[in-house]
C-alpha cells in the first residue's frame, strides 16, 4: 500500500530544509517490518509543494510502525513541524499488476 500526503513548506524555510528531516526519518522509518520505500518529489512551478509517497506491505505494516512511537523519530517530525504544513492524501491499495514499456523496471 501507498500512503501519500502532500507537504506545504511556510515562508522563510525551503524544501531542503525539510527534505534533510524527512530522509533522516525516512532511514528510522524503513527499518520497520513491512516497510518498502519513501519518494519525496517537488511540484513543477512551485517549490514550495511536495509529495511524499511511503511504500508499505500493508496498511497493518504502516499501523505497527505508527504504534511503536519511536521517540527519534517524533522528535524529528516535532523539529520540522514549524516550517510545513502535512496533509494526507490517503492511503492507496498498490495495483495487481503493472504495465511498464520494455527496458523499465
Do not use: C
Not at 3 to 15: K, M, N, P, S
Not at 44 to 66: C, F, N, Q, V
Not at 73 to 80: D, F, L, T, W
Request: aromatic fraction near 8%; avoid cysteine.
Amino acid at each position: 500500500m501507498k500512503f501519500i500526503f502532500e507537504v506545504r513548506i511556510r515562508e522563510g524555510h525551503t524544501a531542503e530544509e525539510y527534505a534533510d528531516a524527512w530522509v533522516r526519518a525516512s532511514e528510522l522509518i524503513q527499518q520497520a517490518p513491512g516497510a518498502r520505500g519513501t519518494e519525496l518529489h517537488r511540484k513543477i512551478g512551485d517549490p514550495r509543494a511536495l509529495i511524499a509517497i511511503a511504500t508499505w506491505e500493508s496498511k497493518a505494516a504502516r499501523g505497527a510502525m505508527e504504534s511503536g512511537k519511536n521517540p527519534r523519530i517524533a522528535e524529528i517530525i516535532r523539529n520540522a513541524a514549524p516550517f510545513v504544513e502535512i496533509h494526507p492524501l490517503g492511503e492507496f491499495e498498490d495495483p495487481e499488476w503493472v504495465v511498464m514499456p520494455s527496458g523499465r523496471s
